[in-house]
């Protein structure tokens, strides 16, 4: 038994290097499952696939590892007189080098990225070249701790897994089964993937996914927002009220709140390097525009336009030349020009850019000044955090003025930060 | 009481429920560690009904909590008896009793109103308890989740720790509306629940509508499975599948041509754009074969 645990645990750090999150107290939960249903190898794949695997998306990257880990019987026909038919051959491979070509040769061509022995007592030999993609995850995990790289990895995985299933679906294999999970896996894709490697297929993608996120915001915007129907005890009208009951506090009665409106001020940059990520934005908080009392929405380069969203197009007034040199400097002396009527004290202005000036005059004073006329400036910054500040950026000096700087680089980060604006 | 897996198989065709076995062995799973089971998977697919089933293969309750925005805990847990509690202070007071005395009586038991969590907690025997559609409630709510999932035990302030008697068999479900956090993944196994095959839909059909001919249901399957990856708004779930296939037991249906397939097409989508969507690729998706002239 204790080879057998040896081989999970095994298995189970291969499923780690592969991207699976797997916590101590689920790796012990494995032991005991297939402690619970035995060896059967359909049930010890399903019975592991329900303690480690939490996120469908996941479940390829499991079962081509439990194939490797745990080779059907059949393939190793003839070679283990010993092994009992119906059994796993768990820990097969270990300490006997020389039967580790067979399944190589027989099984059908899969595609693995792994070496087929995969017995992890020489993890070592990962090291060695020799599948596509392997290169990659191995200097990956020399900067295991970097938890950028171990994202980045993450990525890439679930980017692979749903090329996979992309293939396995226009084979047309399972014809129904596996449509959701899919549908699944692709939307966390997209809602991982860094918006400063988007495509405009990407784009076209995020924009598909983005109507539940529009929802789903939208919710947990208003949740927010909402006013608690009550407010702290009112003794004089709850006593006042027990006096018909002869001074029985039955019924409480409790301040009304006052309400609170917010309006929004929006300014997205649409220069080149952003621009993606302030499409999302602005089309996002165009769906959760009803959270407000107002919304005002601009788009900048070099000038200020104001920005609209007409049937899912971005439209602006002026048009802006998207190639000009961004001048946030300047956008900002405008925006202040604006300020009457549109900055107040219950105006939340959300600046979504990363903060390169071009070297010209960044005006974070006007940022102080904004920040003292209205509510809160909150920054969204679709940058890296490791690149704030270096180059031409500015926002190490704006940061100083704002409330909030966050970051936003993928559509799951600017949905988090949008949601703590309010 | 120890159940095997093949009890757990043998009940859920007794149900009537059509499964797999990843399905069956994560239900006894979820039993023989006495771990919290997440089921996901698409609205339609089965899962509540997983729920249900366990109840009746185990031979006991069904305690159903439905999740929203804004649940709290004293929908969920547990909420002190208020006025109950003004009553009865009022009637001691004219006995004269002390201070003390008196907060011994008003927070015990008799006072507090019991919701499904404290009642799947405190029953005396083994229950099924189903926190459906998890991922509507509040994050917050989640997060209280986390310590009856695991010791299966609450805190009420003023009674201590209540531990559950006999731990519940608990039966998570979500549509992924929002993300769960990994907190409660980890606490629980988890299992997802897509659409049926083509074969496994038709043995559900056949069970469920034992009146429609075989052939049909056969075709019906095959039919539901092809429109499922059309990629429609509302894809019909199970139960629509099976509703439909009642309709064209009562319409008297003998073949699915692209007139059969249109009259009852109203069961199956619930959405116009879906419809027509359907209906403009009806001539191709009908089984092949035209009704004979």
Redesign the interface.
Known sequence: MARLRDQLVNFIAALRDAGVRISVSESIDAMNAVAAVGLERARMHEALAAALIKDEADRATFDEAFNRFFAAPRNRRGEHPDQRGDQVSAAAGRGRPGEDPSPRDDAPPQKSEWPRDGVASDRDEKSSPSEEAKPARTTMAAHRDDAEGKDAERDSDKMRGREERRESDSRGESPTQGIEAARVARMRGIERRPFDNFSDLDYDEARDALAPLIRRFRIRLGRRLRLAKTGRIDFRRTIRAAMQRGGALIDLNFRARRPRHVDLVILADISGSVRYAAQLMLELMAGARGCFRRVSSFVYVDHLAEADFEQGHLVMTPALDLHARSDFGRVLGELWQRRTGLLTRSTIVVVMGDGRNNRLPARADVVREISRACRAVVWLNPEDPARWGTGDSAIKQYAREVKLLVPARNLRELQVALATIA | MQIT?EQISDGLKRALYVTN??V???I??AL??E?P??I???AG?GKTEVAKVLAEILHTELIRLQCY??LDEARALYEWNY?KQ?LRM?ADEQQGLRWEELSEHIFSRDFLLERPLLRAITSPSRVVLLIDEVDKA?EEFEAFLLELLSDFQVSVPELGTLKARERPAVILTSN???ELS?AL????????I?????EQ?RKIIELKVPELDAKLAAEAARFV?AI??LGLRKPPSIAETLDWARALVRLGVRELDTDAVRTALGVLLKHEDDRTKVESKASTLAPRRKSAT
């Open positions: 897996h076995e990843r069956e062995t994560a006894f799973l023989a560690l771990k089971l997440l996901e998977g698409p697919a925005e804004g006025q003004l009022q509040d992924r509306a929002r990994e993944r980890r606490r629980c196994l988890h299992l997802f897509d659409f049926p095959g083509t839909e499975g499922r990856k």
